[in-house]
């Protein structure tokens, strides 16, 4: 048990991932019960603008890493191959490639299994991917119940969107063996992957070997019971479980806390003042406490906040929360910090705002069109890809608030003002007079955009770099840089940058080292041939097409287009489904029409049918009687009389041998009256000398088979008796 400063290690504790796997169906994936669960509102995915840097030591892309300052990595958004312009299989798709910390489970004491690092895991590493059957609320509701009726002891619910729960119960992975402590090592937090919201455990702190890697169950995880706590940490809270369970899962989740900017001090006072009011208002259902959101007093963002902001306004899901944030944004009117706003997917992010929240809130509204107005913008490449324009429009035309109708009007005229930014750069001895001569300057190819802030976001301070000199007084000092780059000063904002020109890249950070070459290709007579037109090492373009010398397209060109061209394909996709759509409806029709016809001819039919029965049977009634045969008339009268005349016999013989017997005599007295007279009828009632006579016979014919079936009978019995007594002996 840990004493509360040096965590507890398991060193020597026995491995049980082999035997824990057992315990439930390990799956890869999460899987869904319906495609729509976990999907991001976001429409448009998010592109970084990060370029290639090729490691030809490691072989592999090194973009987006840890220090890279990637806009994606810093608002838990992963990469994507298809859109991302930072290269193939970059740093930043840790939950793609699966890239999980080295753990195995144990068994511990008093919480079953548990999960612990075999390697040291740096802080903020992702440990694990918290995988399961992704559910919708109603399902989710009905397994709680299922698995208290079970008796489970352990949970594994995951809250990954406001109506849809990640389940690890049955099929699950690893990440569902990680344990709950009132003073965790580790956290759970959202990741946007391609269109899915996706849930990952990363390290909190640096997590040494051995040690148990633990999350706070009261912030993240939803189970059926009130449990006893058994971390050991010195602030244990003693409980855990339950639906919102204890005071720390009333308030904030850390990613929304740190966006709010407020600290744990604030909650505790606050949960001390309110005690009595919170037990009594506090929503069941609520994922944050509402009332302590509304309380709130929020401040301006700070450098330092933005990311934070950005990444919970990408995935609030609260209309509380987006308030907040947009409340703290509309505070904030620091050019710098703005322009960094911007790039961590500003305008797609308020796009979206706007898009879900428009309709409904009007002063939230103005506040997004006023940050909007507020931006610095010198082209219009950003608002083009995000496609915030049409959404102003719509805004415009649907309002009915002057006020918000006049703001929309006015960016909307602004943003016509604006064109696309190209860039071509000047061949290197052309570029490098020019820088000389101190005329022209160019913006970093990142945004393609002239950069309005200082590029100092996530790097060293001037200050760090070189003292407390201008950033233009070593503009021409280019003696430090490596073969082929150069500076230059942004007129826009007075900061110097730094460009390769034969490449076409820049950037803001000074280079080091050399250019990355791209991966080596392989070498001998029969790839010569293959790769004669590749450009030599050191002119490779890393991460952009070979394009004639001086003819490069920006990135934002390249989205823009890749954007229109996803528009285009969607656009053709949707056309061919509408076409599919109406060939089916017409095929449809057409089937309905036959069938229709069918259905129609069916039913005349039957009634011709009806109708030719009726005039048969109308044919029928004019016809004079047909006459029955002798035969059948004295069946009918003999079969009238015979059966009563031997029904005495039932008794002994049976109903059936009765049944036979009045049979053959029917067929016996028929033979005899038509012998003797063929055409002539039989009366309508036999007189008593004629049923005497046929009682007579009768009488006579049972007396015989009387004894034939007497004769019979003992046979039988005694068969049946000797068989019986042979089985007693036996």
Same mark, same amino acid.
């Given at each position: 048990?840990?004493?509360?400063?040096?965590?507890?290690?398991?060193?020597?504790?026995?491995?049980?991932?082999?035997?824990?796997?057992?315990?439930?169906?390990?799956?890869?994936?999460?899987?869904?019960?319906?495609?729509?669960?976990?999907?991001?509102? =976001?429409?448009?995915?998010?592109?970084?603008?990060?370029?290639?840097?090729?490691?030809?030591?490691?072989?592999?892309?090194?973009?987006?890493?840890?220090?890279?300052?990637?806009?994606?990595? @810093?608002?838990?958004?992963?990469?994507?191959?298809?859109?991302?312009?930072?290269?193939?299989?970059?740093?930043?798709?840790?939950?793609?490639?699966?890239?999980?910390?080295?753990?195995?489970?144990?068994?511990?004491?008093?919480?079953?299994?548990?999960?612990?690092?075999?390697?040291?895991?740096?802080?903020?590493?992702?440990?694990?991917?918290?995988?399961?059957?992704?559910?919708?609320?109603?399902?989710?509701?009905?397994?709680?119940?299922?698995?208290?009726?079970?008796?489970?002891?352990?949970?594994?619910?995951?809250?990954?969107?406001?109506?849809?729960?990640?389940?690890?119960?049955?099929?699950?992975?690893?990440?569902?063996?990680?344990?709950?402590?009132?003073?965790?090592?580790?956290? @759970?937090?959202?990741?946007?992957?391609?269109?899915?919201?996706?849930?990952?455990?990363?390290? &909190?702190?640096?997590?040494?070997?051995?040690?148990?890697?633990?999350?706070?169950?009261?912030?993240? /995880?939803?189970?059926?019971?009130?449990?006893?706590?058994?971390?050991?940490?010195?602030?244990?809270?003693?409980?855990?479980?339950?639906?919102?369970?204890?005071?720390?899962?009333?308030?904030?989740?850390?990613?929304?806390?740190?966006?709010?900017?407020?600290?744990?001090?604030?909650?505790?006072?606050?949960?001390? /003042?309110?005690?009595?009011?919170?037990?009594?208002?506090?929503?069941?259902?609520?994922?944050?406490?509402?009332?302590?959101?509304?309380? =709130?007093?929020?401040?301006? #963002?700070?450098?330092?906040?933005?990311?934070?902001?950005?990444?919970?306004?990408?995935?609030?899901?609260?209309?509380? @929360?987006?308030?907040?944030?947009?409340?703290?944004?509309?505070?904030?009117?620091?050019?710098?910090?703005?322009?960094?706003?911007?790039?961590?997917? +500003?305008?797609?992010?308020?796009?979206? @705002?706007?898009?879900?929240?428009?309709?409904? #809130?009007?002063?939230?509204?103005?506040?997004?069109? =006023?940050?909007?107005?507020?931006?610095?913008?010198?082209?219009?490449?950003?608002?083009? #890809?995000?496609?915030?324009?049409?959404?102003?429009?719509?805004?415009?035309?649907?309002?009915?608030?002057? *006020?918000? /109708?006049?703001? +929309?009007?006015?960016?909307?005229?602004?943003?016509?003002?604006? *064109?696309?930014?190209?860039?071509?750069?000047?061949?290197?001895?052309?570029?490098?007079?020019?820088?000389?001569?101190?005329?022209?300057?160019?913006?970093?190819?990142?945004?393609?955009?002239?950069?309005?802030?200082?590029?100092?976001?996530?790097?060293?301070?001037?200050?760090?770099?070189?003292?407390?000199?201008?950033?233009?007084?070593?503009?021409?000092?280019?003696?430090?840089?490596?073969? +082929?780059?150069?500076?230059?000063?942004?007129?826009?904002?007075?900061?110097?940058?730094?460009?390769?020109?034969?490449?076409?890249?820049?950037?803001?950070?000074?280079?080091?080292?050399?250019?990355?070459?791209?991966?080596?290709?392989?070498?001998?007579?029969?790839?010569?041939?293959?790769?004669?037109?590749?450009?030599?090492?050191? &002119? =490779?373009?890393?991460?952009?097409?070979?394009?004639?010398?001086?003819?490069?397209?920006?990135?934002?060109?390249?989205?823009? /287009?890749?954007?229109?061209?996803?528009?285009?394909?969607?656009?053709?996709?949707?056309?061919?489904?509408?076409?599919?759509?109406?060939?089916?409806?017409?095929?449809?029709?057409?089937?309905?029409?036959?069938?229709?016809?069918?259905?129609?001819?069916?039913?005349?039919?039957?009634?011709?049918?009806?109708?030719?029965?009726?005039?048969?049977?109308?044919?029928?009634?004019?016809?004079?009687?047909?006459?029955?045969?002798?035969?059948?008339?004295?069946?009918?009268?003999?079969?009238?009389?015979?059966?009563?005349?031997? $029904?005495?016999?039932?008794?002994?013989?049976?109903?059936?041998?009765?049944?036979?017997?009045?049979?053959?005599?029917?067929?016996? #007295?028929?033979?005899?009256?038509?012998?003797?007279?063929?055409?002539?009828?039989?009366?309508?009632?036999?007189?008593?000398?004629?049923?005497?006579?046929?009682?007579?016979?009768?009488?006579?014919?049972?007396? $015989?088979?009387?004894?034939?079936?007497?004769?019979?009978?003992?046979?039988?019995?005694?068969?049946?008796?000797?068989?019986?007594?042979?089985?007693?002996?036996?």
């Amino acid at each position: 048990m840990s004493n509360g400063t040096t965590p507890e290690l398991f060193m020597n504790a026995e491995d049980k991932t082999a035997e824990a796997k057992t315990k439930f169906t390990e799956i890869v994936e999460c899987t869904y019960l319906s495609k729509s669960l976990g999907s991001i509102a =976001l429409k448009e995915l998010m592109a970084c603008d990060c370029a290639e840097e090729w490691d030809h030591e490691k072989q592999m892309n090194m973009a987006c890493g840890e220090h890279s300052h990637c806009i994606n990595r @810093v608002t838990s958004v992963e990469c994507t191959n298809k859109l991302c312009f930072c290269g193939k299989d970059c740093q930043n798709q840790r939950f793609q490639k699966k890239q999980y910390s080295e753990v195995k489970v144990i068994q511990t004491e008093n919480k079953g299994y548990g999960l612990v690092a075999e390697k040291p895991i740096s802080e903020g590493a992702f440990v694990y991917e918290y995988i399961g059957e992704v559910i919708d609320e109603a399902t989710f509701r009905q397994r709680m119940i299922d698995y208290d009726t079970r008796k489970l002891r352990h949970f594994y619910f995951m809250m990954l969107t406001k109506d849809a729960f990640i389940d690890a119960t049955d099929k699950g992975s690893l990440a569902r063996f990680c344990n709950h402590s009132c003073s965790p090592n580790a956290y @759970v937090d959202k990741w946007v992957v391609g269109d899915k919201l996706r849930m990952g455990i990363f390290a &909190k702190r640096e997590i040494q070997p051995g040690e148990e890697i633990t999350f706070d169950y009261n912030v993240d /995880r939803y189970g059926a019971q009130l449990q006893p706590c058994y971390c050991g940490s010195a602030n244990c809270l003693g409980w855990m479980g339950g639906k919102t369970q204890t005071d720390a899962a009333l308030l904030l989740p850390d990613g929304i806390s740190e966006a709010l900017g407020v600290t744990r001090a604030q909650e505790k006072a606050w949960l001390k /003042r309110n005690k009595q009011a919170k037990v009594a208002q506090q929503n069941a259902e609520a994922t944050i406490n509402e009332d302590f959101v509304k309380s =709130l007093e929020v401040e301006a #963002l700070s450098e330092a906040d933005v990311s934070k902001a950005m990444a919970a306004l990408m995935k609030a899901e609260d209309v509380i @929360v987006v308030e907040k944030i947009i409340e703290r944004l509309y505070l904030t009117e620091d050019a710098k910090i703005n322009s960094i706003i911007v790039r961590l997917h +500003g305008y797609k992010t308020l796009s979206q @705002v706007l898009k879900d929240h428009a309709s409904d #809130l009007d002063d939230l509204t103005s506040k997004v069109l =006023l940050i909007l107005k507020r931006w610095p913008t010198m082209t219009r490449n950003k608002i083009e #890809l995000s496609q915030i324009e049409d959404v102003v429009k719509k805004i415009v035309e649907d309002t009915e608030n002057p *006020e918000i /109708r006049e703001l +929309g009007s006015e960016l909307l005229s602004d943003w016509s003002k604006l *064109e696309m930014a190209y860039r071509i750069p000047k061949n290197r001895e052309g570029s490098a007079k020019a820088e000389r001569a101190g005329r022209g300057s160019m913006s970093p190819l990142y945004g393609r955009t002239v950069r309005l802030a200082s590029p100092t976001w996530g790097y060293e301070d001037a200050t760090e770099q070189g003292g407390n000199e201008s950033p233009q007084s070593d503009v021409n000092d280019d003696d430090e840089l490596p073969p +082929g780059w150069q500076k230059a000063v942004d007129p826009n904002t007075d900061t110097v940058y730094y460009y390769h020109a034969e490449l076409g890249i820049s950037k803001w950070e000074k280079p080091k080292g050399i250019v990355p070459k791209g991966p080596s290709f392989p070498k001998g007579p029969a790839k010569q041939k293959q790769f004669k037109n590749q450009q030599p090492k050191g &002119k =490779l373009r890393v991460g952009k097409p070979n394009h004639k010398e001086g003819d490069f397209s920006s990135i934002e060109e390249e989205k823009l /287009r890749k954007l229109k061209e996803e528009q285009f394909k969607e656009m053709q996709q949707k056309e061919k489904l509408l076409q599919d759509l109406i060939a089916q409806s017409q095929q449809e029709a057409e089937e309905k029409k036959k069938q229709a016809e069918e259905a129609r001819r069916a039913k005349l039919e039957k009634i011709n049918q009806k109708r030719k029965q009726k005039e048969m049977a109308r044919v029928r009634a004019k016809l004079p009687p047909s006459k029955e045969s002798v035969e059948v008339q004295w069946t009918k009268t003999l079969a009238k009389y015979i059966p009563n005349m031997i $029904k005495k016999y039932e008794a002994e013989i049976g109903h059936e041998n009765v049944k036979g017997c009045a049979r053959d005599l029917v067929k016996i #007295l028929l033979s005899k009256e038509t012998k003797r007279d063929p055409d002539s009828p039989p009366p309508k009632e036999l007189d008593n000398a004629k049923l005497k006579k046929l009682k007579e016979f009768s009488s006579n014919f049972m007396q $015989k088979f009387l004894i034939k079936f007497r004769n019979k009978r003992p046979r039988t019995e005694q068969t049946h008796s000797n068989g019986q007594s042979e089985k007693q002996a036996t």
